[in-house]
């Protein structure tokens, strides 16, 4: 009787174990599809733009922005991630590179949907401006 106690127990102790598992497999949340928006211009000396987008994700996802190209690429620029408040045309900055070479890429999270801008700018080091203007493309991709 002594060398079945400890049997029994080991077999009640497996079922109930085994009854608090869930059959159910645990499934995560369908990311939300990505959008690419482009942004194109010229950059002056002391000059900046700001491009604003939306994240249209309820659940919101990673965004990222990528300096796809400079022309000269002899100069670094400033590239920001931020919001974009539409009433006053402002991008508060979230997120700054301001030494951004071809393909630099700044990368943020939002947990909802948002209205965001990317910023590009002269970042004038050492109180000195770009010596010439600079052609740009940035590549932005989102929820």
């Known amino acids: 009787m002594r060398e079945s106690l400890p049997r029994i ?3 009640m102790m497996f079922a109930v174990a085994a009854g608090a598992c869930d059959s159910d497999p645990v499934t995560a949340p369908t990311p939300a599809p990505t959008t690419t928006d482009v942004f194109t211009g010229t950059l002056n000396p002391n000059g900046a733009s700001n491009y604003p987008f939306v994240v249209t994700a ?3 996802g990673t965004v990222t922005a990528t300096l796809k190209s400079l022309n000269p690429n ?3 620029i400033g590239l920001s991630l931020g919001t974009w408040n539409g009433s006053i045309n402002t991008c508060s900055i979230v ?6 070479v071809q393909d630099a890429v700044l990368t943020g999270r939002t947990s ?3 209205s965001l801008c990317v910023r590009v700018y002269d970042p004038a080091t050492n109180s000195t ?3 010439n203007t600079v052609d740009f493309s940035v590549e932005v ?3």
């Not at 997120?95 to 951004?100: E, G, K, Q, V």
Request: net charge negative; hydrophobic share 55%; charged share 5%.
């Open 141 to 143: 991709v989102h929820p």
């Open 9 to 11: 127990l080991l077999l």
């Open 58 to 60: 309820v659940i919101g």
């Open 129 to 131: 401006p770009l010596p």
């Open 112 to 114: 909802t949907f948002a």
């Open 74 to 76: 002899t100069n670094a």
């Open 95 to 100: 997120l700054d590179n301001s030494f951004a």
